[in-house]
């Protein structure tokens, strides 16, 4: 509450805003520009991320620490209380608050990344996540759309169960783009000669799709910006590189957990990228430039 009350501006909440509404235009454009899909499947998914809506930030209340607080059970003045009976009433006012948010369908945003909220159509975009390196006024706004755009995305795509919208023959060549990404080696890497899943099989499949149309999204969004300024610094580099590099330093920054798994996440999805492989030149049939590319959409 005290990171919110003043680290977090309004004008930020619109920002976020802002970019979550340019991904999902981005995403339609996608399912328009599809070539396998029939019309009652894009016509689905398309409904379907019309009403996909994004809680983003903490409620309004959460800037007013003292009238929270209020809340709190008060048998005697709180310097009267021990500090058993203080931490009691606390839990108790936020169980009560839990459980109001829930009846509600409203997302909690305690966790540190993004998150979908599964049983409800929106996604999740916490205040921790609108500063560096997500969210930086003094950065070109393309940075913003590498970090940030690129986990909004992401869970616009854990947010889109296609396969419920989709008609048979399209669940079948869905099926088959996500055996290629799965089966491929954007999913398992080899360390010493040993080849390593570093994904629960339960969960390594929709984290792959997901990490898939996150960034596909978020460079089709950077490719629409006019003449976009390089980092400071950095000058020697494209700007594609640039906006790679973006992208694998927000997945392996501190603030996130499981950092190491992450570095397995960056890798496999830049491998599956012609225009990651075009702008560092890699050699054909490389790790980080496999014969076999895998799309989605």
Known sequence: MIFIKNFVRKNDISRVKLLFEELKYIFNEMIDENEWMDE???RWLKEELKTLKAF????EEYRNIEKMYERVEKSKPAEQQGYLELVRNLLKMNSEETFLRVARREVMTYQVDS???YGSHRISIPSILFSYPFLDENLPYWNTIATLGYFIGHEIGHAFDAQRF?????KQEFEKRVKCITDGSFMSWSIFGVKVNPF???DGVKT???DKLGFDLAYRLFKK?????KLPAFEEETIDQQFFQRIASALCAKKLSQKDKHSFRVNGMMSNSMEFAKSFNCDKNTPMNPDKKCPLL
């Open 166 to 170: 989709l008609q048979s023959e399209d």
């Open 56 to 59: 983003i930030g903490e409620p």
């Open 225 to 229: 910006i006019r003449k976009p300024q």
């Open 115 to 117: 998150s979908v909220m």
């Open 40 to 42: 009652n499947s894009k």
């Open 208 to 210: 792959r799709i997901a």
């Open 200 to 202: 629960f099989e339960s």
